[in-house]
């Protein structure tokens, strides 16, 4: 029995290259997945100051993608549903006024101006508002000016002279949709102002909760764009022009990164306020483990921005969520440092530093001598028993 015990802890023994737990992938297992063009779903790269540079040059866009069809569409035009106020002056007041039993000089005397406030109307399905002997007048397409002139049109001939004012009292067209975590969710409506992303935030309250973890996403039409709320501040041309029917999608969602392999701490870190480089960020899991980590390849997973793979020459594969990047640093390097406090990290990136193949192989050789132990007491017991 214990020769046959034996023979199965030495065939665990030699499997054990296989078989033993790892924290991660290999170094190694990762560089060979990245050049074999048919299993590769991933790209990697080098890390070094170069590559850094060139990220942090590239140009932020996105909502700056759908900023000349904004800057171009009107807020003020007048939509079916939309409700106005009219109100019509006619001197002498022969129509409004009432005063047909005067004549002449004496009602225009007696009535200088008649004023007719016309109960709030809707516009209807049709695009037009119905006007006192005037009937149905359509004012869908037009401005509140242009509404103006077809309704004085319309009343040529019945009135003296009429002079019409209408304003637009309601309108669910000319707005934008607000939801999330939004502090007064709901319909904001536009103004002449050229109201921006953050324009409309403030008149929805503001967010709830710290800026920095919010994600704007704006939908308009069939396309659909997500930028940080801080980035609206960071970059200008980001926060653009709003035009009717876009929708704003308020979601918080925390910054954080995450951490797995040889470090000194493995984690879902919170970023705090502002840039995170990689050196503040392997700081504070406590840096790489002196024992087992290999310092010349720590890596950090990313979906990247397509502008950014672009500008990197990356043309691999690509998804939704953008294009999937391994840097590679080296800090067994004296200038890795200077490029990992050139790197930012990103919320949902994962840093990972694999262990060095010197830590595998002594985890291997502590695996031998557990199982020489077991070896030398099946031996003992084997040999009591054959007292």
Known sequence: MSRHLLTLVLAAAVGACTTLPRDG??????????????????????????????????????????????????????????????????PGGGLFGGSAALGGAAAVAAVPTANQALPSTVVDR?????????????VAGMTANEAQQAIRRALAGKAVNPQVIVGVTGSSANGVTVIGAAKQAGRVPLSLANDTVIDVIAAAGGVEGPPENVIVTLTRGSNSVKVALTDLYRYPAENIRLQRGDQLNLELKPRRFSSFGALGKVSLTDMPTGDVTLTSALSSLGGLDANSANARSVLVFRFERPEVADALGVTGPRSARG???????????PAGFFTANNFIVQPEDVIYVPRADSAELRKFFEFVQTITRVIYDIRVTGTFGSD
Do not use: C
Request: no cysteine; glycine share 6%.
């Open 323 to 333: 294009v999937p990047v391994v840097y590679r640093l080296d800090l067994a390097d």
């Open 25 to 90: 992938p290999a170094n190694r297992t990762i560089a060979r997945a990245a050049t074999n063009p048919q299993e590769s779903n991933f790209n990697l790269l080098k890390l070094d100051y170069a590559v850094s540079e060139r990220i942090r040059m590239v140009p932020f866009s996105m909502m700056g993608s759908l900023s000349p069809a904004g800057d171009s569409a009107p807020v003020d035009v007048i939509q079916v549903g939309d409700a106005l106020s009219v109100s019509i002056y006619e």
């Open 126 to 138: 049709q695009g037009a508002v119905t006007i006192p002997f005037a009937g149905q007048v359509r």
